[in-house]
């Protein structure tokens, strides 16, 4: 690494007092690696580029007859000394920098994901009335506090996030459920949990809430009552309407088999011959096997005669019906496969995902069963009238 960063000559030596002439480096201090014989009146050497602007010099005051010739030059400081005309480059490598280190303190770029019914351009004229624009200072705003005001400035926004990743503000919002639906009924009713979970935050716009942030409730639960007693005597019925997220766990599990069904070949064939004139087949496979599978053996073709004739050579094998066993990676896959499938197809279409964790195990008989393990953020409310 020091031979590269101060720099380094590689250079040929001619001449009959060669021995003289290393000593005399030697014993100068000049530091020399790599020697190498080329002949009885040449070698080669490497040696630093701060010492070989001294051995001029020393050849001179020592008198010594040697022709030294340059074969290479390499490292650091040699790229350094070819750059010291390019004064553009020089100056302008550090400007750059200077200038990149400056703009790093700045958000460049506002990426919004997450949107349906509020659209980006809203999102980014809500973070504009915030100060915060293309070009603003990382340190002129609480990334912290972002997020709660962008879902203040909005109802539709159930839950945000934000975060910097180099020059980008990232912003990632989940929607508020369309609660218009429960507005179409006519009866009375309340709203009760559909999921167990933990509640996370509750917005009652018709009714009484029977809990709040941080209580964990069980699927059936009532969260917000259409009841309302007014002095402990009179009470008022009303369709409740509202929206409680909450933190679900979710479990999906599924089992694969050791043994699938596949077709093997059972050892016995038929051998038949499939002819083709001007591409049309003329042929009948045996009928021999119920179940079977061809493949072609060999394969000649004619055309000396009026009509070019092709002669393919086939084998018929018998198939029978068996069951394998199928190695445990291959089980474990397909089983986490499936308990995907069964995630995508379950799972709300509005629930935000915030963990996942897949679990396999290898059961008694051989079978492989995954479970995958999601946690979601996600409105639990359920309108039941009464």
């Known amino acids: 690494m020091w031979k590269f960063l101060s720099g380094y000559v590689m250079i040929q030596a001619e ?30 050497l490497d040696i630093v580029t701060f010492d070989f602007y001294r051995l001029r010099s020393i050849i001179r005051k020592n ?17 350094l000394l070819v750059l010291r005309f ?27 994901e997450g949107c349906d019914k509020v659209s980006e351009a809203e999102v980014e004229k809500m973070l504009y009335d915030m100060g915060i624009k293309r070009g603003s200072l990382k340190n002129s705003f609480k990334l912290s506090t972002l997020a709660d005001k962008i879902m203040a400035e909005d109802e539709r926004i159930a839950s945000a996030d934000a975060n910097i990743s180099g020059v980008v503000l990232n912003i990632g919002i989940q929607e508020a459920t369309i ?91 038929v051998d038949f011959t499939k002819v083709s004139i001007l591409g049309f087949e003329l042929y009948k496979e045996p009928q ?28 018929c094998y018998e198939l029978e019906e068996k069951e394998l066993q199928v190695d445990t990676l291959t089980l474990t896959e397909r089983a986490i496969q499936k308990a995907d499938i069964i ?7 509005n629930a935000r995902i915030l963990s996942k964790k897949t679990v396999t195990q290898i059961l008694d008989d051989g079978s492989v069963e995954a479970t995958i393990i999601v946690t979601t953020e996600q409105n639990i409310a359920q309108i039941r009238e009464f």
């Open 288 to 315: 021999d096997f119920s179940l079977s599978e061809s493949e072609s053996m060999s394969s000649k073709l004619f055309e000396g005669g009026a009509l070019p004739m092709k002669l393919v050579n086939q084998r």
């Open 343 to 349: 995630m995508q197809e379950s799972l709300d279409k």
């Open 63 to 79: 008198k010594v007859r040697i022709k030294i010739r340059i074969l290479k030059k390499r490292g650091l400081f040699v790229h």
């Open 179 to 269: 609660i218009e639906e429960q507005g179409e009924r006519t009866g009375y009713a309340s709203i009760y949990a559909q999921s167990s979970g933990k509640i996370k935050r509750i917005v009652a716009l018709m009714g009484k809430p029977c809990v709040r942030a941080g209580d964990i409730v069980q699927e059936g639960d009532l969260l917000i009552t259409g009841e309302l007693n007014h002095d402990d005597k009179d009470t008022m019925l009303v369709c409740a309407k509202g929206e409680v997220i909450a933190n679900v766990i979710h479990t999906f599990t599924a089992v694969e088999e050791p043994l699938e069904k596949t077709l093997v070949r059972t050892g016995n064939y």
């Open 86 to 112: 390019r004064k553009a480059l020089i100056f302008g490598l550090p400007v750059m920098l200077a200038l990149l280190a400056i703009a790093s303190r700045s958000v460049w770029f506002i990426n919004v």
């Open 15 to 44: 001449g009959k007092n060669l021995e003289r002439f290393l000593n005399l480096l030697m014993s100068n201090g000049l530091d020399i690696k790599n020697i190498r014989r080329n002949g009885p009146y040449s070698l080669t």
